[in-house]
């Protein structure tokens, strides 16, 4: 029987794959439970099918990688490494066979690197080892070091000695003239830096200008822009956020505006940071972002509208490729890409439903009325994509294979 080894780092337990799929994310109801920052609530599933065991990525917000390898799908093989933050499964089939190389190539390929080998395990004391008897990668022989040359007796006044082994008085005074030299030459080292580090806090914090300068007197730096007065300062900030205000409130309805105002509040807080309106750019902050939340949840309600009128229709592939593509879009908004994992998980089991019911109409009627049956099955290979869609190819072949039979 199949099973999953599943390391976390500090323990590992097996978990055989006796379902003909079996779920594994964050959420407690999936059969494989990963408690990680890194994992989706569903992140990834894995299929038994007539071939083997075949991984399919669930849109998970990080992917999934097997062997280091990012993959949406990929047939499994023995000692195959499924690798989400830190955890690490690996999966054993001993009964496992080589499929055809068709079938390998429209499954998704290996995840285990050229040639189909598979790498040996980690020699770390934290991996849990692999099942043995699998292929194992032959272990590089190390090269020789390399020979360092012993040094020269001059090199080094420390290693001057005498015949006897011992070293000798003159030698001693030069060893302690020399340690005496490094030690001075480290203090100067030490005082330059203290006195550059001075210098450069001298410069930071002092005025740009004499306090005795009557020139300098009232001056005051605008960010980004050339020295002013006080009331310079204070008259081009009027005048810039003046523009600003005329300018979100022209915009304040207008969806596709809402960003740039956002852009505006930004650059003018930068190019003020102690602003005598706060209140006002919190204010127009806070409206375009309620707005261009609300806009983009109009955009997606449209979107998934769409989407669901395919799925009532039974066009199973075209629903099935907006909500990929949605799921794509909306990646890093939370909430809708959860309810996207959710109306994908419903279209693929209504798929597999009006699959079964298509297929008992097709069988009840292929002794008498083969052309029914077999429209009936062209039917099915369309509304399933014909293998554009990863979550029902299976669907497609057995379509095909029926298609052929009645011919």
Known sequence: MARLVIFD???????????????AGRA????????????????????????GYKLVDLESRNGTRVNDRS???ALLRPGDRIQIGKHVLTFEDPSFKEPPADVVARLGGAASGPGGR?????????MPPRASGLPVAQEVKPSAPAVTAPPTPDSDYRTKRNRSGHTTAVQKVNLQSQLREEQ????????????FIFVVLLLIFLPSSPSGNSAGAGKALVKGGPLLSDADRAEKEAHDFEELANY????????????EIINRVDQFEQKYPRSLNPAKLKEFRSGASAGLKSSRNAEYTEAEKLAAEDLRKNDFAGGLKKIRELLTKYKADADIHDRLVKLKEQAVEDARKYFQTRVLEADAVKATRKDEAREIYQGLLKAMGSNSIPELDDYCKIARVSIEGLQ
Not at 28 to 51: A, C, G, L, W
């Open 248 to 259: 979100c409130d022209r915009n304040k309805n207008v969806p596709a505006s809402f960003q």
């Open 9 to 23: 780092g500090t323990t590992s337990k097996t978990v055989e794959l006796t379902d003909a799929t079996t779920v």
């Open 28 to 51: 407690p109801e999936n059969k494989i439970v990963i408690d990680d920052k890194q994992s989706s609530r569903r992140h990834f599933q894995i299929d038994r099918i007539e071939f």
């Open 71 to 73: 993959v949406n799908q």
């Open 118 to 126: 598979v790498d040996a395990p980690s020699s770390s004391p934290d």
């Open 184 to 195: 001075k030459t480290l203090t100067m080292v030490a005082v330059g830096a203290g006195v």
